[in-house]
């Protein structure tokens, strides 16, 4: 039995598969009994009417035999078998001839043989009635079977079908009253049980996570925001030195990311499928001229050419806090990766490509890339793996697709589609 099959399907094949089996070999019994009593008992009676017509014979009286019955002999001239009986052997047999069949019961006696023959026509009839009483009976315990079992898996599932309900609403999550008051205290109760224990630390867990967030929202941003600031009057400062202001940039980027990072790990703690409406979001153009001119400097340094190219416009609005996390990601992974060479972003519509120069990934590495604390064989620095895991976590949260492939002749080529089918 597939147990990948509905458990309500499963009981009532269950229920008819145990009757199978009960009802067949109480027919086929049913069906070896008869046969059983039709030649022991068909064969006595006669062999004990063959023995009263032999000594019938012997002393001249009178033979009476059954309806349905003949004798045959070759003691008798007026009692000659046919043909067709002459080659019987010694004991009980049967004969058919056509669309005749005749039961025989040859026994010799002083070097002569003598047959009983019996038509069994009206027997086999009744048989045959017997048989298919049998037949019927069978098919109607099959039928009886799968009512039954329908009858008894739908009693038995409607508790299990009303907790998943009641699951899958996500009353209990919302605080509504314990599941296990409204079942009996029998395996589907534990399994309320089991679920109200689950659904309680869970619930414990959001109100932590809640509190959490609030307190990071606090914490992180206001002084985040207190360096962005401090570091817009500091450029403003004169008798600067270059170095300073490289340092100074170096400061003021780096909060600004620390702060579009924190809002990034809020909203989605916070929030699902937040998607953006005209007007409100940003254009897949406006996210990569932004994220070129934040890395354009920083490839420059490094010796790497960075191009950002246009295969097709696109003009949806993307959420920007998300779309500039996804994008700003991949460009430090592949300045990271990416001694010489180029990096290419490339926007087509509906979603964008990184290309990169770098060593590569290796292709059995390429499902567990995307996982926490997961890296490349090629892995540099003191990074922790968690870029790529939070880039798969935005684009499963908004309903992206990001992918990975090798680039010819080296290197390799994250894709984002932002509209996948």
């Known amino acids: 039995m597939n147990v990948k099959q509905p458990l309500k399907q499963r009981i009532i094949v269950a229920f008819v598969l145990m009757t199978l089996l009960v009802s067949g070999a109480f027919s086929i019994g049913i069906v070896q009994i008869v046969h059983l009593v039709e030649e022991h008992l068909v064969s006595e009676d006669m062999h004990s009417e063959l023995e009263a017509a032999m000594d019938a014979l012997g002393t001249g009286q009178a033979l009476s035999l059954d309806k349905g019955k003949q004798l045959y002999t070759e003691a008798a001239p007026q009692f000659l078998p046919p043909p067709e009986f002459s080659a019987v052997a010694a004991g009980f ?57 329908s009858l008894l898996a739908n009693r038995v599932m409607q508790p299990v079908a009303l907790l998943a309900d009641e699951v899958r609403s996500g009353a209990r999550v919302q605080g509504a009253e314990q599941l296990a008051k409204n079942y009996a205290d029998d395996e589907v109760g534990r399994l ?44 403003q400062s004169p008798g600067l030195e270059t170095k300073q202001q490289e340092q100074l940039g170096r400061i003021q980027r780096a909060a600004a990311e620390m702060l579009e990072l924190v809002e990034t790990l809020l909203m989605l703690a916070r929030e699902r499928g937040t998607m953006a409406e005209p007007g409100c979001g940003i254009t897949l153009a ?13 490839f420059a340094s490094h010796h790497i050419e960075y191009r950002s190219t246009v295969e097709a416009e696109d003009d949806r609005y993307y959420q920007p806090t ?11 992974n592949s300045l990271h990766y990416t001694e010489e060479g180029r990096v290419d972003l490339v926007l087509f519509d509906g979603g964008f490509r990184v290309e990169d120069t770098g060593p ?62």
């Open 322 to 332: 998300f779309l500039r996390t996804v994008m700003s990601n991949l460009l430090r």
């Open 286 to 298: 406006q996210v990569a001229r932004e994220q070129s001119e934040i890395w354009g400097g920083q």
């Open 93 to 149: 047999s049967e004969v058919v001839l056509g669309d005749q069949a005749y039961y025989v019961y040859r026994q010799d006696r002083d070097g002569s043989a003598y047959l009983m023959v019996q038509d069994q026509r009206e027997f086999e009839a009744r048989e045959q009635l017997l048989f298919d009483v049998v037949l019927a009976c069978f098919l109607g315990s099959l039928l009886i079977a799968w009512g039954l079992g």
């Open 192 to 235: 309320a049980e089991a679920f109200d224990s689950t659904f309680e630390q869970l619930r414990h867990s959001l109100e932590r996570e809640k509190l959490f967030t609030g307190d990071v929202s606090h914490e992180l941003r206001t002084p985040l925001m207190v360096i962005g600031t401090s570091c817009e009057l500091l450029a």
């Open 360 to 421: 590569g990934i290796a292709p059995e590495q390429h499902s567990r890339l995307f996982e926490p604390f997961q890296r490349g064989s090629n892995a540099r620095g003191e990074g922790l793996g968690l870029g790529l895991s939070l880039v798969k976590r935005i684009c499963d949260h908004q309903g992206w697709l990001v992918s990975i492939e090798p680039a010819e002749p080296r290197g390799c080529v994250f894709k984002v589609d932002l509209k996948p089918d």
